[in-house]
């Protein structure tokens, strides 16, 4: 087993900042602190009921918020804001984004989904964190603008992910490859437990949810069919598999090689899932991985936003796979 911590991985990542002056390791040092408070509560989630089920309100997409979601909002930005190092927070789960003014001097916004695919809580499924790094544009000492949010996600510093599962694990990169950390309970610490992870370059497992499947492009159609066929290049077809978190299934993909698909389909022209919240520190830690990620016709990290809570269609994963499926969408 390797002994480093995420504490002193992180700053010795700090070299690849010079003028950060920590800032940028401390940061993660509060997504850290506070994925260890969520983890806690979502462990609980079978006996305390309270923490559990529907909070009775929705978010700005106009979805049901789930008791968990309101509890990991709150903690991550009274976690992120604490430290003094961010001068604005944008969250999934509110209409606008939080100007920190106490932080004007601070060089870093931060975007995060304080956790997704909360609907499987109540159903013991391993759900997430995703977050998303940038320095600011604006003039330091200034309140931040809706412009520091609204940049390509080329521009991020850093992305990762929690993702609570049979263990908590800690997945993060800062442009310098990607490295996974797998949370010891008992000591209440992450560890190094996945070094310089890379994606394979091809694998054998699609994840796309199947009722989309006579609703989305012909292409992606095409595309699935031949993952079902004994014509593909595995010569028989690939496994489905899907959990309806996004954390979960970039991560199994990650680690085994495979493809996750969330198409535009009619009921929802622009795809379904967030630019800033989970697409673009998706991409990043993708492609810092070896793989690949594409609307299907465009790069996701060189999509120009134009509103906090824009959506995109998404293929994610390995490359091969990736480009396989691109093929399809541009015949």
């Known amino acids: 087993m390797n002994f480093t911590t995420l504490g002193e991985f992180i700053l010795d990542e700090q070299k690849h900042f010079p003028g950060s002056s920590g800032d940028l390791s401390s940061i993660l040092s509060s997504i850290r602190l506070a994925g260890k408070i969520v983890s806690q509560q979502i462990n609980k989630a079978g006996l305390a009921k309270h923490i559990i089920g529907a909070a009775g309100s929705e978010n700005i997409q106009g979805e049901q918020q789930q008791k968990l979601d309101v509890y990991a909002d709150d903690r991550f930005i009274k976690s992120l804001r604490a430290r003094g190092l961010v001068c604005g927070i944008a969250s999934e789960e509110n ?51 809706t412009e520091d949010f609204l940049q390509p996600g080329r521009e991020q510093v850093a992305a990762g992910y929690i993702i609570y599962g049979s263990s908590t694990m800690l997945v993060y990169t800062t442009g310098n490859g990607v490295n996974g950390f797998t949370y010891d309970p008992g000591i209440g610490v992450f560890f190094l437990s996945h070094p310089d992870m890379v994606s394979p370059d091809s694998g054998s497992i699609y994840s796309m949810n199947d009722s989309n499947i006579d609703y989305c492009q012909r292409g992606i159609k095409r595309y699935i069919e031949y993952c079902r066929s004994e014509e593909n290049d595995k010569g028989k077809p690939y496994s489905a598999r899907y959990i309806g978190s996004l954390v979960a299934d970039f991560h199994r993909n990650l680690l085994r090689g495979g493809i996750y698909i969330y198409p535009a389909t009619q009921s929802a022209p622009n795809g379904k899932l967030r ?21 299907g016709v465009q790069r996701i990290m060189d999509i120009e936003p134009n509103e906090l809570h824009q959506r995109v269609p998404i293929i994610v994963g390995s490359k091969d796979m990736v480009e396989k499926a691109e093929s399809y969408l541009t015949e």
Do not use: H, W
């Open 95 to 145: 209409d606008d984004f939080v100007a920190v003014d106490e932080n004007k001097d601070a060089k870093y916004i931060i975007m995060i989904d304080p956790l997704d695919g909360s609907s499987n809580i109540d159903v013991n499924v391993s759900v997430g964190t995703i977050f998303s790094v940038y320095r600011r544009i604006s003039p330091v000492g200034t309140t931040v603008t």
């Open 275 to 295: 630019l800033l919240y989970e697409c673009n520190p998706i991409a990043f830690l993708a492609e810092q991985a070896g793989g690949k990620a594409t609307t």
